[in-house]
């Protein structure tokens, strides 16, 4: 595979949420691209996806929110409810628009509203380097074969091959486990438009409706050593939620029982880029940026990973498309690349420098032993993040 044409020098790699929404955005900008991702179809990992306000002014800047609204039901309230002192108590979830997508229909519209032969299935990025003469980044693909690009955005997530060519790797842990999956009510699920997030002890479920029918729904909890096994079976998943749901209402046991198979995802640990990692990396190298998990892998603790991928999306492009019309010569080009993601990384990184603050701080809540350190993020969280919905309130702005 070769690119020669100027307008098809921008390389995506990775084709799961953020690089397909790269790629769509730069499109509506009149940019052309092509996405590698390295599975022979289009990946949709972790069953569902919740998207807050600010995920769905992006979609609307992709001009696919309309359609997805299509697909799921508005949720318009919350509860909580603790098992360990049968507290019941409301859970605000804001007056905006909260919904939950099937992973699926993101990918699929978003891949759907890309031009012919922008996406390449099978295609695996094993490394990067910058050309010594030119500076240009070649891409040595699977096979051996070599791929020459001017712009590369790495968008291959937590694993990114492009962000450990950067020495960005996400390398901290929480140990927390997440069972996320799907069950089907044929009679209607009991749930209407309510979230409901049930905890005992250091186990969470979260249940959402999709539609009037569908729930999805997550289990956190405690790392243990059955979870390497687990993984390797939809079966051996579905066993070790029922297990981990024990003494919780027979309604959410009922749920695990019944759930759909193919729809189980089990993630065994928790990894993410942690705040000050954020805050002293440059994120670019040459023509080379990132975006979405690659640069800012973070926990499901806000629901805020997908919907940052989405931002990242629609600022890049909008800053890259500020480029495309200057006619210059091949380093004046670059130099022009290189300014438009030093202008896209700024105005990121303090998003996503406080996303990931609150993202670390509820995590560190959740997972520490120590009770000094638990209480220590609950001062640290009421004082920086007074406002819980503050975060859905950003607007990345049009395209």
């Known amino acids: 595979m070769e690119i020669g044409d100027a307008k098809e020098n921008i390389v995506i790699v990775g084709g799961g949420i953020c690089g397909l929404a790269t790629a769509l955005a730069l499109h509506r900008k009149g940019i052309r691209s092509v996405v590698l991702e390295r599975s022979n179809t289009l990946r949709a990992t972790g069953a569902a996806i919740i998207v807050h306000p600010n995920g769905w002014r992006a979609l609307d800047q992709l001009g696919v929110a309309s359609h997805l609204r299509q697909t799921s039901i508005p949720i318009l309230s919350g509860q909580f409810h603790s098992l360990n002192n049968d507290e019941l108590k409301e859970m605000p979830v804001g007056k ?44 040595q693909l699977q096979g051996g074969r070599l791929l020459n690009a001017k712009v590369v955005i790495g968008c291959d997530g937590v694993n990114s091959a492009i962000s450990n060519m950067m020495g960005v790797k996400a390398e901290k842990i929480f140990t927390i486990s997440v069972i996320r999956g799907f069950t089907n009510y044929p009679n209607g699920q009991e749930l209407g438009s309510q979230f409901r997030l049930t ?34 079976s939809q079966k051996l998943i579905r066993n070790l939620a029922v297990d981990s749901v024990e003494g919780f209402p027979t309604s959410i046991i009922e749920m695990a029982k019944n759930c759909e198979l193919d729809s189980l995802h089990l993630t ?34 806000l629901a805020q990973g997908g919907s940052a991928c989405l931002e990242d999306a629609v600022v890049l492009a909008r800053c890259l498309a500020r480029t495309s019309h200057i006619h210059r010569n091949a380093r004046g080009a670059k130099m022009q690349v290189e300014e438009a993601f030093d202008e896209y990384l700024k105005e990121r990184k303090l998003r996503i420098l406080r996303l990931s603050l609150q993202m670390y701080l509820i995590g560190k809540m959740l997972d520490a032993p120590s009770q000094f350190v638990k209480f220590i993020c609950i001062i ?20």
């Open 96 to 139: 905006e628009e909260l919904r939950c997508l099937k992973r699926t229909d993101l990918v699929d519209i978003l891949a759907n509203s890309l031009p012919r032969n922008t996406l390449h299935l099978g295609c695996e990025v094993l490394s990067i380097k910058l050309d010594p003469i030119t500076s240009s980044p070649v891409l």
């Open 199 to 232: 905890k005992k002890d250091d186990t969470q479920v979260g249940q959402l409706p999709m539609n009037k029918n569908l729930v999805y729904w997550f289990i956190t909890r405690k790392y243990t050593c059955q979870d390497s096994m687990a993984s390797k």
């Open 268 to 301: 065994e640990y928790l990894r993410y880029h942690a705040p000050w990692d954020i805050l002293r990396r440059r994120f670019r190298e040459g023509t080379v940026t990132l975006a979405g998990d690659a640069m800012h892998a973070m926990g499901p603790f």
């Open 380 to 399: 640290l969280l009421a004082i920086l993040f007074s406002d819980s919905h503050g975060h859905s309130r950003y607007d990345c702005g049009s395209l």
